[in-house]
């Protein structure tokens, strides 16, 4: 403890009576207004203080980390993360000061944090949707294995990529356990070893280990893998959260926030933390023993009361905003405690792998989901319907639908089931009937009706309106002028929004 008095009688150098003023000034003041992200003069403020007093700090072995968070008035404090299973966690508590600089304190009682790779656990049937268990093939040993989270689609030019951590992907933090280091070209799998039984011969490749070794030199816990053609959805649908933007958000304090992991699922909290230093252990391969702690700077701290946000399992997780229709990246989740949970800032991952998101939804007219459009013709004599599947903007093949009755027209090619397929939407011009074909590619399995809606209503187009990765359906009505939209799920019609009414002179075309 004599460490830790020292400390703070260096930090104080200036007179009780300064202390005082300070305190009182600092207890009363009314809570700043605005967002509250790093670019906030009263966040920057806490930055400043937090910079000169971390490192000694982290000296303490009982103290894990810091953070710009709040008190409960809304105002930037210091946050000061202490192990409580230290064995002299309440006199280093005790020996805190109140405030560094007149920045107040706030300390965070918490279990030491830890990146969390150990339902979503099921092998999905291709394309898989992201959010998913997932993990390196190989990640077996010591008689332990592991799994994480697939947690996101990425692009660097025109090439995708699914986005997890290292410690998912690459594991090998430390020599040891398997003897075997991680290679360019490893298999990834889905879903991870731990849920089949450590046998990867009942999982599925989804994609090839690209090396890039972010840990332990960097200051992002990061990997990628090429995707295996026809194994992930082409627009980077996460499970339960839909298709996300293709641009990012950086993070303040008490933003909602959301993800969609292997262990918890979709689960919500909000950001408790900036800017955080936090010193994170990492397990020697799957053996559960710590083999290499690591402190990470710039972080973003999450609320995790109970490890209800983030459990053993959900490292890779994206965190995203918590709304509906296309939420921004916000960050990569790696980490946590029983009280907290860590993410790295979007940015800096994005800029260490040279990457951006992929977004939106797949394309509509793609039927062998091979994310480059198809061409659907209709023969409006004969009722002959064909498709042509294209490479680009070369024919590759055509494939028959068949004849139907000229007076059913198609009138979208959407994706309505979310499989990265496009589906084929018809209506009937002359009793009012609207279905829809759901598709394999280019084989129709089923038929779902839609009811019949009076002609004077035509459906304009399909497509993703609402971001969660299924197309919806526009209609317009030609006496009226009125335009709304059908939302989804799936093949059900779950709900109506207006549009408004348009002159009919004016009509929506080549939706």
Known sequence: ???????????????????????????????????????????????????????????????????????????????????????????????LPREFRGVGVRVQLTDKFRAMSVSHTAKQTPPIQLGTSGGWAYDLANGFCCGGTLGALVKIGSTQYILSNYHVFESDIVS????????????????????????????????????????????????????????????????????????????????????????????HSSVSGLNATISVDYDNECKGSTALTKTFTGQIVIAN???????????????????????????????????????????????????????????????????????????????????????????????NLGTVPTTWSIVGSSDFNGDAKADILWQNNSTGQRVIWLMNGTAHTSTVSLGTVPTSWSIAGSGDFNGDGKADILWQNSATGQRLIWIMNGTVHTSNVSLGTVSTSWSIRNY
């Open 1 to 95: 403890m004599r460490s830790i008095n020292r400390f703070i009688g260096n930090l104080f150098k200036f007179s009780a009576a300064i202390i005082c003023a300070i305190l009182a000034a600092s207890t009363f003041a009314a809570p700043p207004t605005g967002v509250l992200d790093d670019t906030h003069a009263a966040v920057r403020a806490v930055m400043a203080v937090q910079s000169e007093v971390t490192p000694d700090l982290m000296r303490q072995p009982e103290i894990l980390g810091t953070a710009v968070g709040v008190d409960t008035a809304g105002t930037p404090v210091l946050t000061i993360y202490v192990d409580r299973d230290a064995p002299n966690a309440r006199d280093v508590i005790r020996n």
């Open 176 to 267: 040891g356990g398997n003897n075997r280091t991680a290679q360019t070209g490893d298999p990834i799998i889905q879903p991870g070893l731990i849920d089949v039984s450590c046998n990867k011969n009942l999982a599925q490749t989804v994609g090839t280990l690209v090396k890039k070794s972010s840990l332990p030199g960097s200051n992002v816990d990061c990997a990628i893998a090429a995707v295996v053609p026809g194994m992930v959805r082409t627009d980077g649908a996460i499970l339960e959260i839909g298709t996300i933007s293709n641009t990012t958000v950086s993070a303040f304090i008490n933003q909602a926030v959301k993800k969609s992991g292997r262990t918890t699922g979709l689960t």
């Open 305 to 399: 009361p109970g490890s209800k946000f983030l459990n053993m399992g959900d490292s890779g997780s994206l965190m995203v905003e918590d709304v509906v229709t296309n939420p921004h990246a916000v960050g990569l989740l790696f980490a946590g405690s029983s009280t907290d949970a860590i993410a790295n800032p979007i940015g800096q991952v994005l800029a260490f792998l040279g990457a951006t998101m992929v977004s939106g939804g797949p394309n509509r007219s793609d039927f062998n989901g091979d994310g480059k459009a198809d061409i659907l013709w209709q023969n409006s004599s004969t009722g002959q319907r064909v498709i042509w599947l294209m490479n680009g903007t070369t024919h590759q093949s055509t494939v």
